[in-house]
Each structure stands twice: as structure tokens, then as C-alpha cells.
């Protein structure tokens, strides 16, 4: 009887559960997402040349570096948190997610400090890449383990959902101050306030963070490995790696290119007014926010790889002639039918993926392969999506050039999604929850 009360007190606690253990992923994404909205703000302040194109990709390559610091986080902070346990390395991934935002919100100009500007703007970016490494994988693994029996996708899901409530946050913010002051203002010194607002509401994420509750099976399952033996299981496992970059190569490109690059695409490709770009941007968050628990909890029902081949399949299918029919005929509403149909086949892949990706893994090196995997992802292809569409354009011509990106990055999920195959399960229920290498 008490045993059912338990159970039935804790129920109740997991959707909180979720909030909690999210929001650091929802620090880690606004912040991504505010450098890519004003990346041509960003470019005149800190990377000031007499060419714009030369200080726009300056900024979207400083956008990008950060992703290069993934990998490396994914395995140092992943063995960290094997160690020390799982809320206090998603205590410590927020700390130094907070350390980036701070530096690049508060560094002044180039005009003011002259070099010293760009590199402490870098450092903090890097910063960031190193923490969200092990982030998005301690989150999703975290989810899986606390999720329902016959729900892990709709857990895991809610890893991706957070984020897009930070695309959500991010581009309405851009919308009220883009309404609200004159251009020059905005380009003086409007784009920091997002920046600041981030800052501002550090301290309620990690109350959060704090109040997660940490589990118990550390001591139960005997000595944690070192930082050689997980290395020794990824070089063990590297073919699982390999597939697994190659799955989260579909949603980081396409996720960039939907929200990231969408108001520099709209305002310096397309030539459309910032708010509307920004407009589209929010849109993209809630169809995001919308799709992939959908997806997640189908995914459920009907297995994960008829939802991820159908999803690469569509994009395959469509990305460039929809890319190529926006170009043609640029608007506000052209532009929206175009984003919120990639939103739909993101959402749909990515509500499978994540999940999928946790059931690849062997148990043992689950949170750092996952963690590994989605990080060279993003800093081979997905970080530099902006960085890349805007030079292939600038050296093709071709406006549409985009969505032949974004097709490569659908027939590298494909491959993956066919030739990946889950970890047996019932060998797993009968092991403890926490495994060496997830975080704890």
C-alpha cells in the first residue's frame, strides 16, 4: 500500500522533472539563437571590415567555432559527470553556458577595445561549445531514464521542445525591439538587450537545476570509469559514432537552417524586412514546439525508422524546389509555407531521432557516444550551416543553393537511419539504471 502511494506521489513530479532538467538546454539554445538573429549586428560591432559580406561571415564563423568545441566538452564534461553524478554536471554545463553569455553580452566594441573585442567574443563562444557538448546528451539521456514505460519518445522529445520554446523566446523578443526602436538603435545597441535578458534569468535556471533530484545507483553499480576507459569503449564503438553523426546531421542542418540562418536569409538574401524574418523565426519555434512531441509519442507507436526514413525521404524530395520557389517569388507568406513545411519534416525526424539515438548506444558509453555523436555532427556540418549557405550562395549565385545542403544532410540520415539498429533491450532492464558511462 505505501509502496503504491509512493508511486503514485512521484507521478506527478515528472512532468516538473522535465521543466527542470531542460532548462539549461533552454539557456544553451537562446543564446545560439540570439548570435545567429543579429549576426550581421554582431559582424559590425566586434568584426568591423569595409566589406559587409567579410564581417558577416566573420560572425557566422564565430558562430560556428563554437560548435567546434563540442566534441571535446562531450568527453571531458560526459566523464565528469560520470563521476560526480548527473545533476552535478548539468549544474556545472550551466555554469559555463552562463560565463559564455555573460561575455559576449557584456564585452564592448571593437571601436572601444580594438582587437581584444573579437577574442574575448570567441572565447566566450567556445565556452559555450564546450559546455553544450555534454549538454544535449545528459538531458536526452536523463529523459529516457526517468521517462514511463511506452513513452520514451514523448520523453525524449521535450530535449528538442525546450530549445524551440527558446527559438519562441528569442525571435519575439527580436520582434517587440525591432517594433519597438529605429534601426540604428538596433544596430548600436538593441541586439545586446536579448543578450542581457538572458543573463538576467541565469539565476532562476539554476534554482531549477538545483531542485533536480540526484539518483541513487552511483554506488550500486561499483567504481566509475576513468577518462581512458571511456575513450577505450568510444574507440570500441566508433562505427556507432559514425552512424550516429550521420543521423543528427539531418536535424542540426535543417534545425540551423529553419532558425538561425532564417533572419539573415530573409533580410540579406531574400531582402525582407527584419520583422517579418523574425515573424517567420517565432512561427518556426511553435511548429517546432508543436511536431516533435507529436512525433515523439508516434514514434512510440509506430517504431522509430519508418518516421526517420519517411522524414529524409520528404526532404530529399523537396528541399531544393521549395528552396527554389521562394527565391523565385520572395514574401512574407512564401517564405513562412516554405519554413513551416521544413519545420514539419525537422520535427518529424527529430521527435524519432533523439530517442532512436539513445536505443544505438550500448549501455556503456550511452551518454558520451550519444553526447559525441551529436556533437561532431554540429561542428561539422550543422554549426556551420549559416557560415556555409551564405559563401555557397556568394560564390554559386544561386539563392537556392541552400536546400542542396540540405538534401545532403537528409541522404547522410538516411543511410544512417537504414542501417542502424537499436541495443537489445531486455539485456538492458536488467542492468541498474545508471550505467558507466551516462551521466548521472
Not at 29 to 43: C, H, K, L, P, T
Not at 217 to 228: F, N, T
Request: net charge positive.
Amino acid at each position: 500500500m505505501s509502496q503504491i502511494r509512493t508511486q503514485s506521489e512521484a507521478r506527478p513530479s515528472k512532468p516538473w522533472a522535465v521543466v527542470r532538467v531542460s532548462s539549461g538546454n533552454f539557456l544553451e539554445m537562446y543564446d545560439f539563437m540570439v548570435f545567429g538573429y543579429y549576426a550581421s549586428a554582431i559582424g559590425a560591432a566586434f568584426f568591423p571590415s569595409g566589406n559587409p559580406f567579410v564581417s558577416l561571415m566573420l560572425s557566422l564563423m564565430t558562430f560556428g567555432a563554437g560548435f567546434l568545441m563540442r566534441p571535446l566538452g562531450a568527453v571531458v564534461l560526459g566523464a565528469y559527470t560520470d563521476k560526480h553524478g548527473r545533476r552535478a554536471g548539468l549544474i556545472l554545463t550551466l555554469g559555463l553556458m552562463s560565463v559564455g553569455i555573460l561575455s559576449i553580452a557584456c564585452t564592448p566594441g571593437y571601436a572601444t577595445i580594438g582587437l581584444l573585442a573579437p577574442l574575448l567574443v570567441l572565447g566566450g563562444r567556445l565556452l559555450q561549445g564546450f559546455s553544450a557538448g555534454m549538454e544535449l546528451g545528459g538531458v536526452s539521456v536523463y529523459l529516457s531514464e526517468i521517462a514511463t514505460p511506452g513513452h520514451k519518445g514523448f520523453y525524449v522529445s521535450w530535449q528538442s521542445a525546450s530549445q524551440q520554446a527558446a527559438v519562441m523566446f528569442a525571435a519575439l523578443t527580436g520582434v517587440v525591439l525591432n517594433a519597438t526602436l529605429p534601426p540604428a538603435a538596433m544596430a548600436a545597441w538593441g541586439w545586446r538587450v536579448p543578450l542581457l535578458i538572458g543573463c538576467a534569468i541565469i539565476p532562476f535556471l539554476f534554482r531549477l537545476r538545483h531542485s533536480l533530484q540526484a539518483t541513487d545507483e552511483l554506488p550500486a553499480r561499483g567504481p566509475c570509469p576513468g577518462i581512458l576507459e571511456i575513450l577505450r569503449s568510444l574507440a570500441a564503438n566508433w562505427g556507432l559514432v559514425a552512424i550516429g553523426t550521420m543521423m543528427v546531421t539531418m536535424t542540426t542542418v535543417s534545425f540551423y537552417m529553419i532558425t538561425a540562418y532564417t533572419p539573415t536569409f530573409g533580410s540579406a538574401v531574400l531582402h525582407l524586412a527584419n520583422i517579418d524574418s523574425l515573424i517567420v523565426t517565432l512561427c518556426v519555434g511553435a511548429s517546432n514546439l508543436m511536431w516533435l512531441p507529436i512525433m515523439g509519442a508516434l514514434s512510440d507507436k509506430i517504431g522509430r525508422r519508418p518516421l526517420l526514413v519517411a522524414c529524409t525521404l520528404l526532404m530529399l524530395a523537396t528541399a531544393y524546389p521549395a528552396m527554389a520557389w521562394l527565391v523565385e517569388a520572395p514574401s512574407f507568406s512564401t517564405l513562412l509555407m516554405v519554413e513551416l513545411w521544413l519545420s514539419f519534416i525537422y520535427g518529424s525526424y527529430n521527435g524519432a531521432m533523439i530517442v532512436f539515438l539513445t536505443e544505438i548506444m550500448p549501455v556503456e558509453v550511452r551518454t558520451v557516444g550519444f553526447s559525441l555523436a551529436y556533437s561532431l555532427a554540429t561542428a561539422i556540418f550543422g554549426g556551420f550551416t549559416p557560415a556555409i549557405s551564405t559563401y555557397l550562395i556568394h560564390v554559386t549565385g544561386n539563392r537556392a543553393v541552400p536546400g542542396v545542403w540540405l538534401s545532403l544532410a537528409a541522404g547522410c540520415g538516411l543511410i544512417a537511419a537504414l542501417v542502424a539498429h537499436p541495443q537489445p533491450t531486455p539485456a538492458e532492464s536488467r542492468l541498474p539504471v545508471a550505467v558507466p558511462a551516462a551521466s548521472h
